[in-house]
C-alpha cells in the first residue's frame, strides 16, 4: 500500500476517534438521563440493552450504507439530515437553551416510564444515534482512495473505514464516555464545534452527491482531488481548535451535565 494512502487512512481514523468521541458522550448523557429514574439493578439492565441496541443499529445502518450509498439520492438525504442534526443543535446553543433544562425535562418525562417502555425508549434513541455516527462516517469514508476489492458495489476500504467508525462509537459509550464527558465539561466550546463538524461533514456528503455521474453538477473526480480534500481537513482542524481555545477553562463541576453511568 502506497505510503501517502496508508497516512491518509490512519488521519482519517483518528479523526472519527475524536468525532465519535464527542458525540458519544452526548449520546451518552441522554441515555443516562433516560434510565436515571430506575433502581440501580434495572438501571444497569436498561443500561446493558441500550448499548446492546447502540451495536446492532450500527451494524444494521452500516450493511444498509453498502447498498444505499450507491444512490445519489440517498447521499442527498443523508447530507439533508447532517444538516438538520447541525442547525437544530446549534441554534439551541445560540439561543442560550440550556442543556440543563433540557435533561431535567427529559428525567421528568421518563420518571413515569416502566422498565421495558424505558428500554424501549432507549433502543428508540439508538437507531437516531446510529444514523448520526454511520452517516458521518459514511461521508468521511467515500472519498478516500479506493484500497482492496469491492463490496456488494463499495470499496472494501471505504467499507472498512465506515465500520471500524460505527465500532468506535460503541466502544466510547462503554468505556471512554465519561472520560470525553468530562472534557465537554471542561471545553464546552468543544460541543458547539462537534455540531459544526457534522454540518460540514454534511457538506462533504452534497459535495460526494453533486459529484455523481447521474447528477454531474461538480467534476466527478472534484470530492477525491487533492485540493478539495485540503480544504475539508483545514476546515475540520480549525474548527476544533477554535472550540477548545475558545473554551474558558472549567473545573468540570459546573453542573451542565449529569454522570453518564457509564
Known amino acids: 500500500m502506497d505510503f501517502a494512502v496508508l497516512l491518509e487512512y490512519s488521519w482519517v481514523l483518528i479523526v472519527l ?9 452526548d449520546n451518552a448523557v441522554v441515555l443516562a438521563v433516560m434510565v436515571k429514574h430506575l433502581d440501580p439493578k434495572r438501571r444497569k439492565r436498561a443500561l446493558f440493552y441500550g448499548l446492546l441496541g447502540a451495536f446492532v443499529f450500527r451494524m444494521i445502518a452500516i450493511l444498509l450504507l453498502v447498498f444505499l450509498v450507491q444512490w445519489w439520492w440517498m447521499q442527498a438525504l ?10 437544530s443543535h446549534l441554534i439551541k446553543i445560540r439561543q442560550g437553551q440550556s442543556e440543563e433544562e433540557d435533561l431535567e425535562k427529559m428525567e421528568k418525562k421518563q420518571k413515569g416510564s416502566g422498565f421495558w417502555m424505558t428500554v424501549f425508549k432507549v433502543e428508540l434513541a439508538d437507531i437516531a ?26 470499496n472494501a476500504g471505504q467499507y472498512t473505514v465506515m465500520l471500524i467508525g460505527g465500532l468506535i462509537g460503541v466502544i466510547i459509550m462503554r468505556f471512554f464516555a465519561t472520560w470525553f464527558v468530562e472534557i465537554l465539561q471542561q471545553k464546552p466550546g468543544l460541543e458547539v464545534a462537534a455540531f459544526v463538524i457534522v454540518g460540514w461533514v454534511g ?47 472549567t473545573d468540570g463541576h459546573g453542573g451542565k451535565r449529569v454522570e453518564s453511568n457509564y
Open 129 to 154: 444515534f446510529a444514523i448520526d455516527s454511520i452517516l458521518a462516517a459514511a461521508a468521511i469514508a467515500l472519498a478516500l482512495p479506493e484500497i482492496g476489492g469491492d463490496f456488494f458495489g463499495v
Open 17 to 25: 476517534i475524536v468525532l465519535e468521541g464527542l458525540l458519544a458522550a
Open 78 to 87: 443523508g447530507a439533508i439530515y447532517l444538516f438538520y442534526v447541525s442547525i
Open 203 to 249: 457538506v462533504k456528503l452534497a459535495v460526494l452527491t453533486l459529484a455523481h455521474d447521474q447528477i454531474g453538477v461538480i467534476p466527478h473526480e472534484f470530492p477525491h482531488s487533492t485540493t478539495w480534500k485540503l480544504i475539508f481537513w483545514a476546515v475540520m482542524v480549525v474548527v476544533i481548535l477554535i472550540g477548545w481555545f475558545s473554551s474558558k477553562n
